[in-house]
């Protein structure tokens, strides 16, 4: 995120469920829920509002702040999604930092 804006959070946001989604080939009826963090410097938009507005109508979603630890990386929206799928768990595209 560039700044605590309301419109960065929900652009932001959006380029990560969408990124999530299409590297998993996923579509909203797979997700049976997710949850949302936030740094503590990103408190302009709940995270999960980018969420309804891509279609997540009927899927539980919930935000929650990350702990201050001094030094972390500002400015993160982090997700957990719980998803319905027959891959196996190497087959889907978690987290490009760390080797897979």
């Known amino acids: 995120m560039d700044a605590n804006e309301r419109a960065d959070i929900l652009d932001g946001t959006t380029e990560l469920v969408g990124e999530v989604m299409s590297r998993n080939s996923l579509a909203p009826d797979d997700v049976i829920s ?5 740094t503590p410097d990103l408190n302009a938009e709940f995270p999960a509002l980018a969420a309804r507005k891509i279609g997540f109508h009927d ?16 400015r993160v929206v982090r997700l957990l999604m719980h998803v319905e799928t027959d891959k196996p768990r190497s087959a889907l595209a978690l987290r490009l930092d760390i080797a897979q």
């Open 59 to 74: 899927v539980p979603l919930l935000c929650a702040s990350e702990i201050a630890v001094p030094g972390a990386m500002p």
């Open 34 to 38: 997710v949850v949302f963090t936030a």
